[in-house]
């Protein structure tokens, strides 16, 4: 079974609009956390942002926001006010405590920013 | 603050041969992640090191090997490459083995033929 699943292999979004990437998790570890990493074309990968399974509040890092729905197991990554430099592959990640440092990785979701 | 970084950038092998990629942790960093990326995959864990041990290993068969220095550089080694052993290996580094954020290098993209 998949660990992470990313349903949207490609997005498209207009400059300064508002984008969501769709991220859901599948773990019986009641300690996990999950990550978002941006991968431009150049193959580095870029940390964005973190939320612990024990955190009471959504993750926000600048434009970046995390919308976390424990329940529903989803980590959905929000980004606001679009720009060109946004246009890159984006990754979920989680990590489970039992599992040690492991990162486990969704497939992707290409985000194109139209100007 | 210096990142993450990997040599060499880009490599090209035969089958059969042998390969070693090299990482630099973050300043700071003490432990050390290597992934596998397959074109159009996300990256799949290799091994992670920690203290100049392996604390933890993915699915990937004994080909694949490591080592640490004192200085927490670690390289990744591959013996008799396979032509599916092309791919991008990222290296990511992190201040403990398991609770930080782990930080990644550019990469080196290795095509074996």
């Known amino acids: 079974a998949q660990k992470i699943t990313q349903t949207q292999p490609g997005m498209f979004v207009q400059e300064k609009e508002a984008v969501t990437l769709d991220c859901t998790y599948d773990t019986s570890d009641p300690s996990y956390g999950l990550f978002w990493y941006k991968q431009p074309s150049s193959g580095e990968m870029i940390f964005l942002i973190y939320?612990?399974?024990?955190?009471?509040q959504n993750a926000t890092e600048g434009r970046y926001s995390l919308n976390f729905q424990k329940a529903r197991k989803s980590a959905n990554l929000v980004i606001s006010a679009s720009q060109l430099g946004d246009s890159a592959m984006y990754f979920c990640?989680?990590?489970?405590?039992?599992?040690?440092?492991?990162?486990?990785f969704g497939q992707g979701t290409e985000l194109s920013v139209k100007p | 603050d210096a990142g993450v970084t990997q040599s060499p950038t880009h490599l090209i092998k035969t089958r059969g041969q042998q390969v070693t990629l090299r990482c630099s942790p973050k300043s700071g960093h003490d432990t050390v992640s290597w992934y596998q990326q397959a074109l159009g995959q996300g990256p799949q864990f290799i091994f992670q090191?920690?203290?100049?041990?392996?604390?933890q290993r993915g699915n990937f068969p004994d080909r694949f090997s490591g080592h640490q220095f004192p200085n927490y550089s670690s390289e990744l080694n591959v013996n008799a490459l396979l032509l599916g052993d092309s791919a991008l290996y990222l290296c990511?580094?992190?201040?403990?083995?398991?609770?930080?954020?782990?930080?990644f290098g550019p990469g080196t993209r290795l095509l074996v033929l």
């Open positions: 990511a580094s992190s201040l403990g083995a398991v609770q930080e954020t782990q930080y």
């Open positions: 939320q612990g399974s024990y955190d009471q």
């Open positions: 990640a989680m990590r489970e405590r039992n599992q040690g440092g492991k990162l486990i």
């Open positions: 090191y920690y203290e100049e041990e392996e604390r």
